[in-house]
């Protein structure tokens, strides 16, 4: 079954404690990107990556990092977590670098909470 | 800049009424648009898309919408509501020429009553 799977699906962690949310997909697709989700701002983009060692910023990257070792992974890295980055994050990848012809396949999504 | 509008962050109908969603976007080049949707816990899922061609598209569902230049418009409909339609949609908008991230409306949740 075509899917992009993150993990964990849950997550609650202390202030300044590493962590990384991976996200795999098995569809061989060029790009990849992690949105977070907040109430009232929908979702926004914090990085992507439009192949394998080829990354990129989004909207809100501070306080992120990823890595593109291999096309089908795609890990986000919070190296020292805080509260506000207490969010819904999701995993998205298409087949295409190009978004406007393609269908972007989400993943059911990280619910990240930093105390 | 480019931008998302979605009007009303929670829409109530009745089983068997009209949905109707809707979507603004701001953008001096043409766009590509899209409807997401969201069902409980789980991640988003195309509705439809409008790339260029017929102004009206249909999509999964039962759902539609119209792309409407004049207006810069691209609400969602559907006849009549089914319980199973209760979900947040996202509308979403992308660009040509390289670009590559959706932008994303803040969402409506639409309620289902009976």
């Known amino acids: 079954e075509a899917q992009v799977t993150q993990n964990p699906r849950y997550l609650i962690t202390v202030t300044g404690k590493k962590l990384t949310v991976t996200c795999s997909q098995n569809?061989?697709?060029?790009?990849m990107s992690w949105y977070r989700q907040d109430p009232g701002l929908g979702l926004r983009q914090i990085y992507y990556?439009?192949?394998?060692?080829?990354?990129d910023k989004g909207d809100v990257p501070e306080g992120y990092k990823v890595s593109r070792k291999e096309k089908r992974n795609f890990p986000l890295i919070l190296e020292s977590p805080s509260p506000n980055q207490t969010s819904l994050y999701f995993c998205?990848?298409?087949?295409?670098?190009?978004?406007?012809?393609?269908?972007?396949?989400f993943g059911q999504g990280t619910r990240l909470t930093v105390v | 800049a480019q931008s998302v509008t979605q009007l009303g962050s929670h829409v109530s109908v009745s089983e068997g009424a009209l949905v109707l969603l809707r979507c603004n976007y701001s953008s001096s080049v043409p766009p590509y648009l899209f409807w997401y949707v969201q069902y409980p816990n789980q991640g988003l899922q195309l509705l439809l898309k409008y790339t260029t061609g017929a102004t009206l598209v249909k999509g999964i569902n039962g759902f539609e919408a119209e792309f409407k230049k004049s207006e810069t418009s691209f609400h969602l409909t559907k006849p009549s509501a089914h319980m199973s339609d209760a979900a947040e949609y996202f509308c979403a908008v992308t660009y040509s020429g390289g670009y590559n991230k959706l932008i994303f409306g803040a969402g409506t949740r639409l309620a289902v009553h009976p």
């Open positions: 990556s439009m192949n394998v060692e080829v990354t």
């Open positions: 569809m061989n697709h060029e790009y």
């Open positions: 998205a990848s298409s087949v295409r670098r190009e978004l406007r012809n393609t269908e972007a396949f």
